[in-house]
């Protein structure tokens, strides 16, 4: 037995692998799962998987099930090291080996398969959003554009015209259309460029993660990530979604912005990180 690459259509039969609350909710999992985002799953066996590894691609890895399954294990080194290597390369230019670990066991069967590779282990934090303090948040001192700033929302046009724009969806989402069908986003632009952007980056049913990036460091700092999050997080709420943010424990600034929107810490999870 070895670990095998399961089919699309098959991707159902590892939600009986969800046990832990954290499992079941994890969005960013569940929406590789259910098809809504890219990412490719491997198992030890397609017709009853005992263990899987899930990819989200540009977002990590997730180990599910049986940490002590032999038959996987013994195989998930070389896994990692030729087609998880090559698929992240190509994927999205990743160049780390970034697994979110639900359960300790799966430490030590990772700690077992990467040869002497030096790793770290952090966490991620997970905050979901308190509607009351979000609307505080609004009737705080606004933070106001430079004029030489619009914010747009983003649309299908938008997403062709802006090579930035697109390559940055397209690493969680399979094209612009299915973005423009299932998640939404708001840009800044300045001289019809984007320079920032707040967007869903992956979405489980009405949950959206939230994601904001910048391509112009010169304006970091500014208030954009505050008025785009707003923006966003307003729509969000008129179409009846829940809005969540991930970030690393260490990324003092995206924890920053995520208390000023109004989100509060709800959990976090080890994650086990090396370089390929």
């Known amino acids: 037995m070895m670990i095998v690459k399961l089919p699309k259509e098959n991707y159902y039969k590892i939600?009986?692998?969800?046990?832990?609350?954290?499992?079941?909710?994890e969005n960013v999992l569940n929406a590789v799962i259910s098809g809504m985002n890219q990412g490719v799953v491997y198992v030890d066996q397609i017709?009853?998987?005992?263990?899987?590894?899930?990819?989200?691609?540009?977002?990590?890895?997730?180990?599910l099930g049986d940490p002590e399954n032999e038959s996987f294990n013994s195989h998930l080194g070389n896994l990692i090291s030729t087609q998880l290597k090559q698929e992240s390369?190509?994927?999205?230019?990743?160049?780390?080996?970034?697994?979110?670990?639900f359960n300790e066991t799966w430490k030590k069967a990772l700690e077992k398969v990467i040869d002497e590779r030096k790793?770290?282990?952090?966490?991620?934090?997970?905050?979901e959003l308190d509607t009351r303090r979000f609307n505080n948040s609004l009737e705080q001192p606004r933070h106001i554009l430079d004029e030489d700033l619009a914010i747009v929302k983003i649309t299908k046009e938008l997403i062709n015209a802006d090579e930035d724009l697109r390559e940055e969806l397209t690493e969680y989402w399979s094209s612009a259309e299915s973005?423009?069908?299932?998640?939404?986003?708001?840009?800044?632009?300045?001289?019809?460029?984007v320079i920032s952007t707040c967007y869903s980056c992956c979405v489980n049913g009405d949950r959206h993660e939230?994601?904001?990036a910048t391509f112009d460091q010169n304006v970091q700092n500014r208030g954009l990530a505050t008025i785009l999050g707003q923006q966003y997080i307003k729509e969000c709420l008129e179409k009846g979604y829940s809005v969540h943010w991930t970030t690393d424990e260490s990324n003092e600034p995206s924890k920053r912005v995520a208390?000023?929107?109004?989100?509060?810490?709800?959990?976090?999870?080890?994650?086990?990180?090396?370089?390929?």
């Open 179 to 193: 973005f423009i069908q299932c998640g939404l986003g708001y840009a800044v632009l300045k001289n019809d460029k």
């Open 89 to 101: 390369q190509d994927l999205c230019g990743g160049t780390w080996f970034i697994a979110n670990i």
């Open 15 to 25: 939600n009986k692998l969800l046990v832990s609350p954290q499992e079941k909710i």
């Open 47 to 63: 017709e009853e998987p005992r263990t899987a590894i899930v990819y989200a691609v540009g977002l990590g890895y997730y180990l």
């Open 119 to 127: 790793y770290y282990v952090g966490y991620n934090v997970y905050y």
């Open 259 to 276: 208390d000023k929107l109004g989100f509060d810490y709800l959990h976090r999870l080890m994650s086990f990180e090396f370089a390929f």
């Open 210 to 212: 939230i994601y904001i």
